[in-house]
């Protein structure tokens, strides 16, 4: 068994919703395993999303809990991935989801750390990395397309160009030395 490494962090949202987001990240020779909590206010509505997410070695998501508290209830949904592109949703084969090799919630900035650790982009290059994307409030999930192109550093941190085509969506991610967004515009500023 390899050795263990912890890493924490937390976000202030802001722009679309204002709250906050916990992570914390434990790797091992095994994989991987963050462990996070998002509460926040939107459109005059509390929700909570707690979420624990297993990748493999290679930064590919093998399975994904999330629940979910909001004036609707509770609410859970479990996404598990076989490694190769086949996903289920709550024990459901989730065809549309195939080629997908990240989780991404919406309510959170740390999963975009995953497709940046697993793609390892040099600068000037670009990579694809749909996503298995669950939305809250209400936990549905759906594929998100989406791009990351690595431009220069600056600042000492590592910037990319994501996008979200379906969404209409464009921003430069920064990132830090560990691989987790510092700035998400329009969603999220790392505090700690």
Excluded: K
């Amino acid at each position: 068994m390899g050795a263990r490494r912890r890493l924490s962090a937390a976000w202030r949202h802001e722009g679309l919703r204002a709250g906050s987001e916990v992570a914390f990240l434990e790797q091992s020779g095994e994989g991987h395993r963050v462990e996070g909590r998002c509460t926040a206010v939107e459109a005059g509505r509390p929700w909570s999303v707690g979420y624990a997410i297993v990748t493999d070695t290679e930064w590919i998501t093998r399975r994904a809990e999330i629940t979910e508290l909001s004036g609707r209830g509770e609410a859970r949904t479990v996404l598990e991935h076989d490694g190769g592109g086949r996903w289920l949703v709550n024990g459901a084969e989730a065809p549309e989801l195939d080629a997908c090799l990240d989780a991404d919630l919406e309510a959170s900035a740390f999963t975009n750390a995953l497709p940046v650790r697993r793609l390892g982009l040099a600068v000037g290059e670009a990579g694809r990395s749909p996503a298995a994307w669950v939305r809250s409030p209400g936990l549905g999930v759906e594929r998100l397309e989406q791009t990351y192109l690595r431009l220069p550093d600056g600042d000492g941190l590592r910037r990319y160009r994501y996008e979200a085509p379906q969404l209409g969506f464009t921003a430069e991610l920064r990132y830090d030395a560990a691989g987790l967004v510092t700035d998400y515009p329009g969603l999220a500023v790392r505090v700690v």
